[in-house]
């Protein structure tokens, strides 16, 4: 390593004082430094010297015309484009930056430079944005500008020019005697280090290597110290299949190596897949229970939904309690508030629904068709659920909203019930017949079912938080109510309509990002996994099974929460979460996302089904359809193919197919009112 020095080095206590230094021109020509004052404290005689504000550490400048940076301790480096900045370090993953007060971080030339500013020591890497990391390794990371100079876990990664790798501490000395050709600081204890092909293994911050660099792939726990490896994110580089287990930080075998996969379930247990079933370990490498599960899935903590061969779905816990007391025909995991609130079960047990919060304690159950929006109220976790009930003559049924007990709010009499979220999330809209109301969630009836339109909004112009707009049957125009269902006089308006536009995302929260890769190498072999945003793995695909190859049609990163993933040997389809969970099990043919979220369709026989977001057949399209999303007013979606459209309202509640593919439609910002135009 070679550092330019120019200059003088100074003691800290003349430059290192936080002062704003102003470039002084002298009678020579020269610049010096001086303070805002007029007095010079730093005689330099430079061509050129920038300003460097009281918050800087380095300014650039230039002597004998060579570009420079002048540190404020007195030292200098050659070179140009130079930036010099404080380093920071996060001593955990979550934790607040600490500054590492006697290191700077120098970008000049080219090269980056760490500086001890009290000692002078330097360490000269190359910038890690021209490191690409190597395909194998499954823990994808390249340094943005932004992350240069921070530490994590005490550590920074540098760079050679061959392309290796290794890390220093925040005394400037380099953790491993050799390098690496990919490495990673994946706790703050062990650091993971690859040179090829399997050759995976683990270091600590001694240095030391604690597992030898042989393994396929590693990947980490939630615990400490304990690794899983050979899951087969490289079986496409490989063609091994049946070689997952885990090892501890001593490279000692907990788990034998003998699995399809093994994924962790929380801090205290492992979901462990054999080629024909699946079981439950501890990281003692024991048995919870044997695979003899068709399929199971971790819920949250100690709690498994599970399916034994020719019996029910059941929740259990690790003792093998059935924590809901009972089978279950299907058992669906919701979160109440677009996935954003507490999580809820709802149970479907023949023509009983039943739900059960995050406890399983069973709030109520029900001869309901279905129970399907949960929503909480603002600013509590006390739900409500909007549930179906079978009436005469109605083969939908009829809707209606309870609370967590089972009581009736309002009655099961309609064709719809909405959550109005743009009047807060405190009133529900319903629908009978063609005609509109409101309640609150007390029950009370805000505006009677009378209207034929009704929307709602935040309007300063008439002096209240929540209007109603609403349209009496048989009028034009809308009129103003406020929130206790008072009309506002001297209010009244018509709404403009726009055309519909295909729908790109969901409605809700934006999901984190992931990225699905599949890379080759020489041989043309290939592997699949998605990455989180920092490029580290949280899901490899088993050789059994293949990511849509929609996923990879472009290099950017995809912001999905859900994939659709299908099974090598028979073709059929099911649907993962952005971690790799399963949504959907591995039963639809050519199965396809309509609106993420909210809609998918698959094949069936020689026409095509579409389904709601829990597999269940809304439509069944009397031949092939390829649907496209289009939304409409207040939570409605369109799905149009090329000679069908299909409406369905927020809950599925109403699904009404329409011949024709529409060209537009008008909804006068009106919700759930809605006109379709056809050629």
């Known amino acids: 390593m070679r550092t330019f020095l120019i200059g003088v080095f100074l003691p800290l206590a003349s430059l290192i004082s936080a002062q704003t230094l102003i470039p002084y021109l002298g009678s020579g020509g020269y610049y010096d430094y001086a303070t805002e004052s007029g007095e010079i404290v730093v005689r330099l005689a430079y061509d050129q010297l920038a300003i460097m504000p009281e918050h800087e550490i380095g300014a650039v400048g230039a002597l004998n015309r060579r570009p420079l940076i002048y540190l404020r301790n007195g030292m200098t480096l050659s070179g140009a484009d130079g930036r010099a900045v404080r380093v920071v370090n996060f001593e955990t993953e979550n934790s607040a930056p600490d500054t590492l007060r006697h290191l700077w971080m120098v970008e000049v030339g080219g090269k980056l430079y760490f500086v001890n500013h009290l000692t002078g020591e330097t360490r000269d890497y190359w910038p890690g944005q021209l490191f690409e990391t190597p395909f194998w390794f499954p823990w994808h990371t390249r340094d943005s500008m932004a992350e240069v100079g921070q530490f994590r876990y005490g550590v920074h990664r540098v760079y050679r020019k061959s392309d290796r790798v290794n890390f220093i501490d925040t005394t400037l000395k380099e953790i491993f005697p050799r390098d690496f050709a990919a490495a990673a600081a994946i706790s703050p204890n062990y650091f993971l280090l690859g040179d090829g092909i399997r050759q995976l293994g683990v270091g600590d911050h001694n240095g030391q290597i604690r597992i030898p660099l042989m393994w396929e792939n590693i990947e980490t726990t939630p615990r400490e110290g304990y690794f899983l490896v050979n899951n087969p994110v490289h079986s496409y580089i490989s063609r091994l299949t049946g070689r997952a287990g885990m090892l ?176 807060g999330a405190e009133f529900f809209v319903v629908q009978k017949g063609a005609l509109w109301g409101v309640f609150d969630r007390a029950g009370n009836a805000i505006l009677p079912v009378d209207f034929s339109s009704i929307r709602a909004e935040a309007d300063t112009a008439v002096g209240k938080t929540v209007v109603f707009w609403a349209k009496p049957a048989g009028l034009s125009l809308f009129y103003a109510f406020d929130r206790t269902g008072q009309k506002l006089p001297g209010t009244r308006r018509d709404f403009e309509t726009d055309p519909p536009k295909p729908a790109v995302n969901a409605a809700g929260p934006q999901p984190p990002h992931r990225k699905i890769i599949r890379e080759f190498d020489r041989d043309g072999t290939e592997r699949t996994a998605i990455l989180d945003a920092g490029g580290k793995t949280v899901f490899a695909f088993p050789d059994s099974l293949e990511a849509h190859p929609m996923y990879f049609d472009s290099e950017t990163e995809w912001a999905g929460d859900f994939l659709i993933v299908c099974r090598r040997e028979d073709g059929l389809c099911g649907l993962l979460d952005s971690m790799g969970n399963p949504v959907l099990p591995f039963r639809f043919r050519n199965l396809a996302m309509v609106q993420p979220g909210r809609l998918l369709s698959c094949d069936n026989a020689n026409k095509t089904d579409l389904l709601d977001w829990q597999g269940q057949v809304l439509f069944a399209a009397p031949r092939y359809a390829n649907f496209t999303a289009y939304e409409g007013p207040d939570g409605y979606w369109l799905a149009s193919a090329v000679d069908l459209t299909v409406v369905v309202s927020p809950e599925n509640t109403f699904v009404r197919p329409i011949p024709g593919a529409f060209q537009r439609f008008a909804t006068g910002k009106e919700p759930r009112h809605l006109a379709l135009f056809f050629p």
Not at 249 to 254: E, S
Not at 343 to 371: M, N
Not at 394 to 406: C, H, I, K, S, Y
């Open 248 to 423: 501890d930080a001593d490279g000692k075998i907990v788990l034998d190596t003998i699995f399809q996969n093994v994924r962790y379930a929380g801090n205290d247990y492992l979901v462990v897949e054999t080629k024909t079933r699946f079981g439950l370990a501890d990281y003692s490498g024991k048995w919870v229970f044997p695979p003899e599960f068709e399929w199971m899935y971790h819920v949250h903590t100690d709690c498994f939904v599970t399916k034994r061969p020719g019996e029910k779905v059941r929740l259990l816990n690790s003792k093998g309690e059935n924590l809901l007391g009972k089978g279950y025909d299907r058992i669906g995991l919701h979160k109440a508030n677009l996935g954003t609130g507490t999580p809820y079960l709802i149970l479907h047990d023949g023509p009983v629904s039943a739900i059960a919060d995050s406890t399983f304690r069973i709030l109520f159950s029900e001869k309901l068709l279905d129970i399907s929006g949960i929503s909480e109220r603002p600013g509590t976790n006390i739900p409500q659920f909007i549930t179906r009930k079978a009436a005469p003559n109605r083969p939908a049924g009829v809707l209606g909203l309870r609370d967590e007990t089972g009581q009736v709010v309002i009655p099961e009499q309609y064709d719809q019930v909405g959550l109005l979220t743009e009047a």
